[in-house]
Each structure stands twice: as structure tokens, then as C-alpha cells.
């Protein structure tokens, strides 16, 4: 061994950095603690020392285990450094004597490494080498890729592998090698060379020698085999595990495709028209719902059938053009049908529609169109109405509560009592007239009230008389007793005058209307009996078909021409008697005329009702004290309810617009007693008014005044919250009731 080591050549440190790349280690770990930089260590043609090469060998150790490390010395023979040595080694006779040769000092692979070696060759079957190092430089990495190199010598060299035991101490390592076989053809033929052959032997001998080689090439071949045995092994089991994924992967595509089927039948079951599979003869194989409907045939006579039996000139359609031809629907129905035939598996696919089902439903359409248009032309002239109610309910409030001051005047005129009574009776049926309004317009709630049918029949009258042509007698019947019931009195009006109108469209001709009024009794489903109050309406007209009287309460239902009819009229009259816990019934045959009869549960009046009218008193109080703030845009109705307010005692003050009204408040906070407050108000809504109000004395009552319904948009936050409202027109007497009601509930609260 040499004391100053060779250095080594930087194409082993290059394949070193080889080793990092292929197995993924940064290149930059081997330089950890390096003097020199990776571009100097690969510098071509440079020498490295070996405290260097030893620091990079303990540098991969410190990364890889200690097998990798052998591992990696396995692979040093492919390096070019490596391979004259091997070739060297390959020329002794023995695997001993070959390894023996590369371990001896005065080889080119011992002499440049640092260390001591020493071998133990006595057996031609097993080495006992022992290293230890040279040099403190040499690290424990070292020696395990120098006996990685060392273990793969045998099987570069055309031996087996061997069996071998590594042990590495502070000191150095011991590697032990049990070597399986050793060339015994080199042997005998070095031996036998030895002691020179007769040529007989010669020729046996190279007989001998070619059987083996034979042998050998037999057994290469076979490792060959093997070898190319484990890769269809290997491809095999590849191929299984694919076969397994791309199973898994068609059992998923026969899920979805089966869920795609099962989707797609839903669909074909629900489509309006009919869908029909035939085979190649046109004989009915497959079909949805809707082909029974179309043609009307049982289930068990459809399927097997020919197409020809549905569709006579089946086999003239041609492929994916909409035709259209005749059918039939059992029994003996004509229909005609658009065909669309398309080519499928075995036959043939047929969606049929039924046109005269789509005529139908177009007209249906057409119609249901009309009508909603009618019902949006009459929901705008409910809107006209209303508005219409509202600012003529401010004028009756005005006249009838004038007309009521007038009269309690002392020591009127006779002839002008009688004329401000004539007054006050016509703002009272304009009054009525503001209700039916409100009533048409659908935003009245039902008022009931006890109501005499006589007194009710006779008060319309003369409206259902103009009504009606000269053509038209009509005869008003009245009950001996008087039937009362509990009604609002403007929706029964309206009730009756529906029917007499469409009794008078009846009669283009003339005819005879007879409005009568009565009573019976009757049994009710639970077998008690009850009185009930009728209401008849029977004409002479034309009539009614017995299939239009089963719809005639359904709603936009009309017979009458395009324009002339909503459908409407009938179905509020049902309602409005359904409301009243009644039952209305039609009798009619055509030709023959058509009878309307309503019950309404009858019921007992209360004394007061009985007895006619009564004696007019004041509810106005004498000398009241409080103070009431007035908050009202109609001048005229301001002026009057200020003027009957001061009258029965109170002190008033008036306000004409929101803002002015709470101005006001806030200025008398602590001596108002009551706000009455209109709903609808410039400046400010009534809603923000009355939280301001309650925002600055949270106990303050206030009462709503308005020309509007009850359930109209303007009113809607007074029923939600569950204020006080009194509704326009009302009279003095009404008003000074309310307030007189609303401040006495309150002082009870406070005390």
C-alpha cells in the first residue's frame, strides 16, 4: 500500500453524482463540509483526493441505509474506472483466486484505496477478508461500498452469487464469502494440460469440454426462460388488473345506461302523444300510456296487433316526415293524426299526435286567454271603482252628516225639515250605492247585518225594473211573514240582480220574471230540521242543456259570444251565497225556462229590528272636556266633524296635512285626549304618522278615518296591528259614539 494515496479521477466522483440524480437525492448533499464546488469535482480529467472522495462517500451514507450503500457499491463495475480491473481479474483460474487478484495490493484496485486489506484464501470454496482502515479520512461508507463491490465481483466473473456476512467495527470491517461452485472445467483442464494428453484424451477431453459448454448454453437459455417467463408473468398480471379496471369501468357504463333507459321510459311514458315500437311486419310490439288514450284500445288487444288496425294507410308514411292522415279512436271516433315514423332496431318507431286533441286544447286556450283578459279588464274597472267609492264617500259624509245637524235644528220649518229629510234618505241610498261599488269591485268585506228578504226584494225594485225591456213582465212575490236573515244586504242585492240579468239575456224574445220571497222547513244531513228563508228566481227564457247546468258555477264558464260574457257573473254569486252559509240550486230544461232557488238559514230578529224604526236620540254628550286633534285632507268633511265635535263638547284642533297634524302633537302633546286621523294624507303615510305619534306618548289612541274598504291596500296595516277605524260615510251620531267609546275605554285603562 501506498503511504501518499493516488488521487482518484473525477469521472468516479461524476459517477457518484449519477447515483444522487437516479435515486432522487439533492446533489447538493454531497457537498456538505466540501472544500471544492460541484463545476471543480467534474473539472474532465482532474484528480481528487481522497479525504475528499472519502467526505462525499460518508456525505451519501448519511443519506442512504446501510444496504443502499452496498447497493450502490454493487454498481461501481459499470463505471469505465472499473472495468480493467475486471478484465484482470477475469484471467485466474478460480472465483478465489480472481477476487484474491483484485484485493492484492500490487493490483490498480487496492493499491489506490486507503485501507488494509487482508485475505484469507486457503479454501478454493470460501475468502475470509478482513479491512481496516488506513487513514482516518476513510469513513465507514467507504468501506461498505468497497464491500458492495467486492459481493458483486462473483456474478461479473460468470460465478453465482455467494453467501456472504458483513461485520463492521470501530476499527475496521470482516466479509466473509461461501462461494457456491468454483470453475472445476479451468481446474482439470490447467491439471491435465499439466501433465500432457495423449490426443484420445485430448479429443474426450474437448468432447467433455463441448458437453459442458453445451450444458452451460442450456442453462443460460433456461435462465433466459425464466427471465422472459417472470416479464409474461408480470405482463399477465398487468393485463388482469386492466381487464379488472376496465370491468368495473363497464359495469358503470351498464348502470348508466340502465338508468339512461329507465329515464328515458319515464319520458316516453309521459308524453301526450303516442309512441309505438313495430318489428319489420308493422306488428305492434312496444307503447306508451298515451297510445291507449289515442286510439282507445284495451291493453290486451293492442300489443301483437298490426299498425294497420290504428292507422289504416300505415306502410305509405315515409321515414322522418311528418304526415299527416286519418285515424279512428274506438268507438267509431275519426280523428286525425300527424305521424312521424323513424327508423329503430328491428322496426320501427311511430309518435303520433292527436291534432284534433291539439285543435281542442288550442281553442281551450284560446278561450281560458279571453277570459283572463276579461277578468284583468274587470280587476281594472275594480280599481276605477274603488277610487271612484272613495272620494264619493267623503261627499256623503258631508251631506248626510249637514242634513243630520239641519234636522236637530230648534224650530225648523216643516217644509224644510221635510226637504233635509229628502236629503239625508238620498245620501243614505247613496250610501248603499258606495257599498255595492266597493262590493263589485271586490274589496268590501261581508257586513252582516239582520235583514228583512221582504223589505230587501222591495227596496231593489225599481233597479231591477229599469233592468229590464217592456218585452219582459215581472211579478215580486212576498212572504206572509216576514223571513229575516243575517246577510250582508248589498251582496244579496247583487245576488239577485246577477240572476235577473241573466234571466233578461234568457228572454231575446220576452218572457216573464217572477222574484219571489219565502220560507219552510227543512231536514239537514244530521236528520234535524231547520227554517231556511227562500229566494226564488224563475224566468220563461230558453233554457238550459242539462251538460252546461253541471258547470254553470265554474268559474270564466260562459255560453255567451266572444265579448258579451266574463263567466264571471255566477260563480260570485255562488260564492256570496256560499258565504252566507246558503245553497243555491238551478232547475232548467231547454225550452222550457230556468229557475234559481237560494236558501239562507233563517233566524229570529232582535226587538228593536222588529218594531220598524226607532226614535232617533244623540249619542253626542253634553259638555264634554277633552281635547281631540283632527288630522283630515277633505275641507268639507274637516269642517263638519270639527264643527259636530265642538257641538258635543270637546275642543278641537285641525290639522289638513300629515306634517301639520304632527306639528300640531307635539305642540298639545300633553292635552290631547284623542287623534283622529285620516288614512290617506298629504306629506306624510299614515303609517309613519301614527308610529311618530306613538313614538312621542305611546299610550294615545287613535282612531283611522277612511272612504276606503276594509281589506283595501290602504288599510291593511289598521287590521294587522288591530287599530280602531271607523269607515266613511258615517254620520254625527256614528262618530260621536266612537269617540265617546274610545276616550271612556281609555280613562278605564288608566284608572
Wanted: glycine fraction near 6%.
Amino acid at each position: 500500500m501506498n503511504n501518499e494515496q493516488d488521487p482518484v479521477s473525477s469521472r468516479y466522483v461524476r459517477w457518484l453524482f449519477d447515483v444522487c440524480r437516479r435515486r432522487r437525492i439533492p446533489e447538493k448533499h454531497l457537498l456538505n463540509h466540501c472544500p471544492l464546488d460541484q463545476a471543480t469535482l467534474l473539472e474532465k480529467d482532474r484528480m481528487i483526493s481522497w479525504d475528499v472522495v472519502a467526505l462525499i462517500h460518508a456525505n451519501l451514507g448519511a443519506w442512504l441505509g446501510d444496504d443502499e450503500m452496498i447497493e450502490v457499491g454493487a454498481e461501481a463495475w459499470k463505471h469505465a474506472d472499473f472495468k480493467p480491473w475486471l478484465v484482470n481479474a477475469a484471467a485466474s483460474p478460480t472465483p478465489c483466486s480472481q477476487i484474491r487478484s483484485l484485493l492484492d495490493p500490487a493490483t490498480s484496485l487496492i493499491g489506490t484505496l486507503p485501507i488494509k486489506i487482508h485475505v484469507d484464501d486457503s479454501s478454493d470454496t470460501h475468502l475470509d477478508i478482513s479491512m481496516s482502515m488506513a487513514e482516518q479520512a476513510l469513513s465507514m461508507a467507504s468501506l461498505r461500498l468497497l464491500a458492495g463491490q467486492i459481493l458483486s465481483l462473483p456474478p461479473k466473473l460468470g460465478s453465482d452469487s455467494p453467501e456472504f456476512s458483513f461485520t463492521i467495527t470501530e476499527s475496521g470491517a470482516r466479509l466473509e464469502m461461501a462461494l457456491p461452485t468454483v470453475n472445476r472445467r479451468a481446474t482439470i483442464r490447467r491439471t491435465l494440460l499439466g501433465f500432457g494428453m495423449s490426443p484420445t484424451a485430448r479429443r474426450q477431453f474437448n468432447l467433455l469440454v463441448a458437453r459442458e459448454k453445451h450444458l452451460a448454453g442450456l442453462e443460460n437459455r433456461h435462465q433466459q426462460l425464466a427471465g422472459e417467463l417472470a416479464d409474461t408473468k408480470a405482463l399477465l398480471e398487468d393485463a388482469t388488473q386492466q381487464l379488472a379496471s376496465r370491468q368495473h369501468e363497464a359495469s358503470n357504463f351498464r348502470s348508466m345506461a340502465d338508468d339512461l333507459k329507465a329515464d328515458f321510459e319515464t319520458l316516453i311514458a309521459g308524453l301526450p302523444e303516442a309512441v309505438i315500437c313495430t318489428d319489420e311486419q308493422n306488428r305492434v310490439t312496444d307503447y306508451n300510456t298515451a297510445t291507449l288514450y289515442v286510439f282507445g284500445h284495451p291493453d290486451e288487444l293492442l300489443r301483437g296487433a298490426s299498425l294497420e288496425t290504428l292507422i289504416p294507410d300505415a306502410a305509405s308514411v315515409p321515414m322522418h316526415e311528418p304526415t299527416t292522415m286519418p285515424g279512428s279512436r274506438k268507438p267509431d271516433e275519426e280523428l286525425q293524426l300527424l305521424i312521424t315514423r323513424l327508423p329503430a332496431r328491428g322496426g320501427s318507431l311511430w309518435i303520433v299526435q292527436d291534432q284534433t286533441l291539439m285543435e281542442q286544447a288550442d281553442r281551450e286556450r284560446s278561450a281560458l286567454q279571453h277570459q283572463l283578459q276579461s277578468a284583468q279588464k274587470v280587476d281594472s274597472l275594480g280599481e276605477l271603482t274603488g277610487g271612484i267609492a272613495h272620494d264619493f264617500n267623503n261627499l256623503l259624509v258631508a251631506i248626510n252628516g249637514y242634513a243630520e245637524l239641519g234636522l236637530e235644528t230648534p224650530g225648523i220649518d216643516e217644509e224644510i225639515e221635510d226637504y233635509l229629510v229628502q236629503i239625508r234618505d238620498a245620501g243614505e241610498r247613496a250610501t248603499g250605492m258606495t257599498r255595492k261599488l266597493l262590493t263589485f269591485a271586490r274589496r268590501q268585506e261581508m257586513q252582516t247585518t239582520e235583514v228583512d228578504l221582504n223589505q230587501l226584494i222591495k227596496g231593489i225594485e225599481r233597479i231591477i225594473e229599469r233592468l229590464l225591456p217592456a218585452s219582459i213582465q215581472v211579478r215580486f212575490l212576498q212572504s206572509l211573514q216576514a223571513p229575516w236573515v243575517l246577510a250582508d244586504p248589498g251582496q244579496l242585492e247583487q245576488v239577485i240582480i246577477n240572476l235577473c240579468v241573466n234571466a233578461r239575456d234568457a228572454m231575446p224574445d220576452g218572457g216573464a220574471l217572477t222574484i219571489s220571497v219565502g220560507q219552510r222547513e227543512v231536514t239537514k244531513p244530521d236528520d234535524l230540521h231547520a227554517e231556511v228563508a227562500i229566494i226564488t228566481i224563475e224566468d220563461t227564457g230558453t233554457g238550459i242543456p242539462p251538460e252546461v247546468a253541471q258547470r254553470i258555477f265554474e268559474p270564466f264558464f260562459t255560453t255567451k259570444p266572444k265579448d258579451e260574457g266574463t263567466g264571471l257573473g255566477l260563480s260570485v254569486v255562488f260564492g256570496i251565497v256560499k258565504r252566507h252559509d246558503g245553497n243555491i240550486e238551478v232547475d232548467s230544461e231547454p225550452g222550457r225556462g230556468t229557475r234559481f232557488q237560494i236558501t239562507l238559514p233563517l233566524i229570529t230578529p232582535t226587538s228593536s229590528r222588529k218594531t220598524g224604526k226607532q226614535a232617533r236620540s244623540s249619542a253626542r254628550p253634553i259638555a264634554a272636556t277633552e281635547t281631540i286633534l283632527l288630522i283630515e285632507d277633505n275641507e268639507q268633511v274637516l269642517r263638519l266633524c270639527q264643527r259636530v265635535l265642538t257641538h258635543a263638547g270637546y275642543t278641537v284642533l285641525t290639522a289638513e296635512t300629515g306634517p301639520k297634524g304632527l306639528s300640531q302633537f307635539k305642540e298639545h302633546v300633553s292635552t290631547i285626549d284623542l287623534v283622529i286621523c285620516d288614512v290617506v294624507l298629504p306629506g306624510i303615510e299614515a303609517p309613519k304618522l301614527f308610529d311618530a305619534i306613538r313614538d312621542i306618548r305611546p299610550s294615545m289612541k287613535v282612531l283611522f278615518s277612511t272612504g276606503y274598504s276594509r281589506d283595501s291596500e290602504q288599510t291593511r296595516f289598521i287590521l294587522e296591528n288591530d287599530l280602531d277605524m271607523i269607515e266613511k260615510p258615517y254620520t254625527p251620531d256614528t262618530l260621536c259614539e266612537r269617540v265617546r267609546g274610545l276616550l271612556d275605554d281609555n280613562r278605564g285603562a288608566t284608572d
